[in-house]
T-cell receptor, first 114, second 116 residues
Framework: EDKVVQSPLSLVVHEGDTVTLNCSYE??????LLWYKQEKKAPTFLFML????IEKKSGRLSSILDKKELFSILNITATQTGDSAVYLC??????????????FGKGTLLTVNP | KAGVTQTPRYLIKTRGQQVTLSCSPI?????VSWYQQTPGQGLQFLFE???????NKGNFPGRFSGRQFSNSRSEMNVSTLELGDSALYLC???????????????FGPGTRLTVL
């Protein structure tokens, strides 16, 4: 059975801190790993990673994938209170695009205090 | 471009009733997936539809069913509701399996179902 494990489950930091969120996975025929941010409502897409060792960056957020060790990290620098959310990691298996589905981790609850 | 829309946003039902939820994907997206989100279990995959065909199904009982129409809109039905079905039901759309970037799923706001 496909499995995604995120750590830590929750994290409390102060504004300006840098945080690293972890995601490890076991999935058949790995194809992609995605990061989402979920505040009160639906998850919003952050990054999709398919290639090992290539960093994706968007502002203060960045993510990298290690396909050999089967994990990814999401870094947030200079955190702000608006970064407070649940961060979800999901992996997509499949070969040739059939029977596609995402398996999600339980998420990391990040709280940024002023 | 309009995002994924889901109706209704909130729903209260009693045990034994049935419910139908609706999802309209982003224009041009042909794949629709449904997820159940609860505090204890997180996001769990229900099923995925592409071109009106269910291609994959999660580990949920047969009371959970769905369909997709020719315009890619999708409905999800839950029959004989149980208390444990109370959850946020999320729909996500994506382009489809053969296009670049097809893995990215974009979520709707969800339907909050409460079963009393």
């Amino acid at each position: 059975e496909d499995k995604v494990v995120q750590s830590p489950l929750s994290l409390v930091v102060h504004e300006g801190d840098t945080v690293t969120l972890n995601c490890s996975y076991e999935v058949t025929n790995f194809r992609s790993l995605l990061w989402y941010k979920q505040e009160k409502k639906a998850p919003t897409f952050l990054f999709m990673l398919t290639s090992s060792g290539i960093e994706k960056k968007s502002g203060r957020l960045s993510s990298i994938l290690d396909k050999k060790e089967l994990f990814s990290i999401l870094n947030i620098t200079a955190t702000q209170t608006g970064d407070s959310a649940v961060y979800l990691c999901a992996v997509g298996p499949g070969s040739g695009g059939s029977n596609y589905k995402l398996t999600f981790g339980k998420g990391t609850l990040l709280t940024v205090n002023p | 471009k309009a995002g994924v829309t889901q109706t209704p946003r909130y729903l209260i039902k009693t045990r034994g009733q049935q419910v139908t939820l609706s999802c309209s994907p982003i224009s041009g997206h042909r794949s629709v997936s449904w997820y159940q989100q609860t505090p204890g279990q997180g996001l769990q995959f229900l099923f995925e539809y592409f071109s009106e065909t269910q291609r994959n199904k999660g580990n949920f009982p047969g009371r959970f069913s769905g369909r997709q129409f020719s315009n890619s809109r999708s409905e999800m039905n839950v029959s004989t509701l149980e208390l444990g079905d109370s959850a946020l039901y999320l729909c996500a759309s994506s382009l489809g399996p053969t296009l670049a970037g097809a893995d990215t799923q974009y979520f709707g706001p969800g339907t909050r179902l409460t079963v009393l």
